[in-house]
């Protein structure tokens, strides 16, 4: 098959599983309403551990991560595709949840989907991450950290995984994968900077 047909067969299924949004799914079946509504609007892991319940939260986070891990783990298995074809399906899926067809392209920031990517390409920069960032964020931090403990787990995973021996393409699409999810965070990064360097008001 010609490899500019398979990448654009890759990034359209993993579109179609990113346009799932579980977040909505639960909260729906749970509570009846849009988690699109509640909390923050975000339909992501984090509104839904705060708006619906902790154990659907953490749920959520995991089906999220899923939709990503799991067609790059039976492409990879069934397929043997390359990197990049396999990359591509992890940003297809990002760009799902961020424009997801089946919720009239009203999605989420995708955080949790774009780690299911760093699970696959490089999952020790990932756990290291989840050790060291949350102590950061909880210690020193101390706001939005709803926000800023996956923002930290992903850029950490990425910057430690250019001083790791992974091949070249796996290094490009960890980055590229990346940039896709912080353009689904472009309006939230600044304010939540802001907010970081304003002192607390009791201080």
Same mark, same amino acid.
């Given at each position: 098959?010609?490899?500019? +047909?398979?990448?654009?067969?890759?990034?359209?299924?993993?579109?179609?599983?990113?346009?799932?949004?579980?977040?909505?799914?639960?909260?729906?079946?749970?509570?009846?309403?849009?988690?699109?509504?509640?909390?923050?609007?975000?339909?992501?892991?984090?509104?839904? @551990?705060? *708006?619906?319940?902790?154990?659907?939260?953490?749920?959520?986070?995991?089906?999220?991560? *899923?939709?990503?891990?799991?067609?790059? %783990?039976?492409?990879?298995?069934?397929?043997?595709?390359?990197?990049?074809?396999?990359? #591509?399906?992890?940003?297809?899926?990002?760009?799902?949840?961020?424009?997801?067809?089946?919720?009239?392209?009203?999605?989420?920031?995708?955080?949790?989907?774009?780690?299911?990517?760093? +699970? @696959?390409?490089?999952?020790?920069?990932? #756990?290291?991450?989840?050790?060291?960032?949350? %102590?950061?964020?909880?210690?020193?931090?101390?706001? *939005?950290?709803?926000?800023?403990?996956?923002?930290?787990?992903?850029?950490?995973?990425?910057?430690?995984?250019?001083?790791?021996?992974?091949?070249?393409?796996?290094?490009?699409?960890?980055?590229? *994968?990346?940039?896709?999810? %912080?353009?689904?965070?472009?309006?939230?990064?600044?304010?939540?900077?802001?907010?970081?360097?304003?002192?607390?008001?009791?201080?």
């Amino acid at each position: 098959m010609n490899a500019y +047909l398979t990448y654009i067969i890759c990034l359209l299924s993993g579109y179609l599983t990113g346009s799932i949004l579980f977040a909505y799914v639960i909260t729906k079946l749970v509570k009846g309403e849009d988690i699109r509504d509640l909390g923050n609007n975000n339909p992501g892991a984090y509104n839904t @551990f705060k *708006s619906t319940g902790k154990l659907w939260g953490i749920l959520t986070g995991l089906l999220d991560s *899923s939709k990503a891990l799991i067609p790059m %783990l039976l492409a990879n298995y069934f397929f043997d595709l390359s990197t990049i074809s396999l990359g #591509l399906i992890g940003i297809g899926a990002i760009i799902g949840h961020g424009y997801p067809l089946f919720f009239n392209f009203k999605g989420g920031r995708a955080a949790g989907t774009l780690m299911g990517i760093y +699970l @696959f390409f490089i999952p020790k920069e990932l #756990l290291i991450a989840f050790i060291i960032i949350p %102590l950061i964020v909880f210690s020193l931090i101390k706001k *939005s950290q709803g926000f800023w403990t996956p923002f930290g787990i992903i850029t950490f995973s990425a910057i430690t995984c250019l001083f790791f021996n992974h091949p070249l393409d796996v290094k490009i699409m960890v980055w590229a *994968s990346g940039i896709v999810g %912080l353009y689904f965070n472009r309006y939230f990064l600044p304010t939540r900077i802001k907010a970081l360097l304003q002192k607390d008001d009791n201080q």
